[in-house]
């Protein structure tokens, strides 16, 4: 006679045959998706045209070295106050639900991007930007839904499917972003009479990414199911359900009853302990500290400090002037360079990603990924070098070693489709998803609030130093890539999937 053991160091997670996979449930999927566009239109739109927008509103008062200080402050902001409130809104989604969370995330987003447009001093996209940040807690919370959508035979399979997402919205941000910033000068005849556009140079690519929040919004409101089967009303107040998910009050009576009935069922002495587990819901946070969960966390945390760094300097080196040791392009060529990354991630992931995944394993796939910054990094210099060579209208050299560095560094997307099976096979238990994938976002928050902010300070110091022949930046940025490497070798070598 055996029995099964479980505590808070117990993986969610088993191994389940390979000669059976349960079928992606697409529809609920492809909406989670839909709704994950609207963070990077967000977060993204502003980095085509950033740099010019600090050079205008004078605050570096014509210092070039000072533009990638204040570029990278306004870009972290975003993630300093995420850290601080999204731990709040995904251990809020173990309790409420995780639809109603969502729809407070996108309800912020879309008041804050307007707010960003609309903002002519810095104090004024300071307090937009953190705005931003402060009220979205959907990151988390989403991956919480796709770990509850599937199982161990199919999330392989459907964390594919995120980069997807991400990438379209990394596509279509810098597209939106560098082509219409000042689009009263850039398309004088359908916007050359806007006084409003004149004045707010800006508005319309956050606008236009606001208002996508916001149709996110109805879509979760009418389509979104709920995953978390919350015994209580508080999911969504009855008035605000859609009509067909509304009850009575007798409804509402029987469901209070329930709740009461399965708190005074989880107090009582005889409760085994798995049954309690299960019955009281969410852990307390200090259980959710085992080692799995903080190897994850550590790994994941490594990860964004370095992808988050290289997403930061990317459009700076590309904006400053060829003498300073960028290329010196405009906004619009930026934008098309982004967004081509942006597609060939995105096919490449949703294509390759789970075929990849069957055949080398989770651990592996993360490692190589990191591992492929280390050329991303070392390229910056050779292509600022060989621009010098060809000329300020750059050469064929030139654009080949920039979509190299492009190419390269999808690696990158497939170590976060790894990482994220990791932190779901962390979880202690299954009512305390949410509140894992919040501690990992907290932590990732950090590194990323601290990476745009540190790398391109970095580059402003590295352009008036005269440390490792002014490449100071990018020999940190590539010893920082070995102690993410170090980190991954920490975590487990196999992965199960969730049961």
């Not at 259980?287 to 799995?292: I, S």
């Not at 760094?309 to 360079?337: D, K, M, N, V």
Request: overall charge positive; aromatic content about 10%; proline content about 7%.
């Amino acid at each position: 006679m055996t029995t099964n053991h479980a505590d808070e160091e117990t993986p969610l997670l088993s191994h389940e045959s390979p000669n059976f996979r349960t079928p992606v449930p697409w529809r609920q999927l492809s909406i989670l998706l839909f709704l994950q566009l609207a963070e990077p239109l967000s977060s993204q739109v502003i980095y085509p045209f950033a740099p010019q927008l600090i050079r205008e509103l004078g605050v570096t008062h014509g210092d070039e070295a000072k533009v990638g200080f204040y570029v990278g402050l306004i870009e972290s902001l975003f993630f300093v106050t995420q850290a601080f409130t999204v731990l709040h809104w995904s251990r809020m989604s173990d309790r409420i639900g995780r639809k109603p969370v969502i729809l407070c995330g996108l309800l912020g987003l879309s008041a804050s991007m307007y707010s960003f447009g609309l903002s002519r001093t810095f104090l004024g996209l300071i307090l937009s930007r953190c705005l931003n940040g402060a009220l979205n807690g959907n990151i988390g919370v989403m991956k919480s839904m796709m770990a509850e959508m599937t199982d161990s035979s199919n999330i392989s399979q459907a964390y594919a499917w995120v980069p997807i997402s991400w990438s379209t919205g990394c596509t279509l941000a810098p597209l939106i972003g560098g082509s219409l910033s000042h689009p009263a000068e850039r398309f004088p005849r359908p916007f050359g009479r806007s006084k409003f556009l004149r004045e707010y140079p800006y508005f319309l690519p956050c606008g236009i990414s606001a208002t996508f929040a916001l149709l996110a919004w109805f879509v979760t409101y009418f389509f979104l199911k709920e995953t978390l089967a919350v015994k209580t009303p508080l999911a969504l107040p009855n008035w605000l359900r859609p009509r067909k998910e509304r009850t009575t009050p007798d409804q509402d009576a029987r469901i209070a009853d329930d709740a009461s009935a399965s708190s005074d069922s989880s107090q009582r002495p005889s409760t085994t302990k798995q049954a309690g587990k299960s019955s009281t819901g969410p852990l307390p946070l200090r259980a959710l500290l085992t080692k799995p969960v903080l190897t994850a966390t550590a790994s994941y945390a490594a990860l964004a400090l370095v992808d988050i760094a290289y997403r930061a300097i990317q459009p700076l080196f590309l904006s400053t002037p060829l003498e300073l040791g960028g290329l010196g392009w405009p906004p619009a060529r930026i934008g098309r360079l982004l967004a081509t990354w942006g597609v060939l991630n995105g096919l490449f992931t949703a294509c390759f990603f789970s075929r990849i995944h069957n055949r080398w394993g989770t651990k592996t796939i993360f490692i190589w990924g990191i591992a492929s910054a280390i050329p991303v990094f070392a390229l910056f210099p050779l292509i600022n070098c060989a621009a010098r060579r060809a000329g300020a209208g750059g050469g064929v050299l030139v654009n080949a070693l920039t979509l190299l560095q492009v190419v390269v560094s999808m690696g990158l997307s497939l170590s976060y489709g790894s990482i994220f099976i990791f932190i779901s096979s962390s979880a202690p238990s299954r009512q305390s998803l949410g509140a894992v994938n919040g501690l990992s976002q907290v932590i990732v928050s950090i590194m990323r609030a601290v990476g745009p902010a540190a790398a391109n300070s970095l580059f402003s110091i590295s352009i008036t130093s005269t440390y490792f022949g002014g490449q100071l930046v990018y020999v940190i940025l590539v010893a920082s890539t070995g102690l993410a490497l170090l980190v991954s070798t920490m975590l487990p070598r196999r992965t199960t999937m969730p049961s």
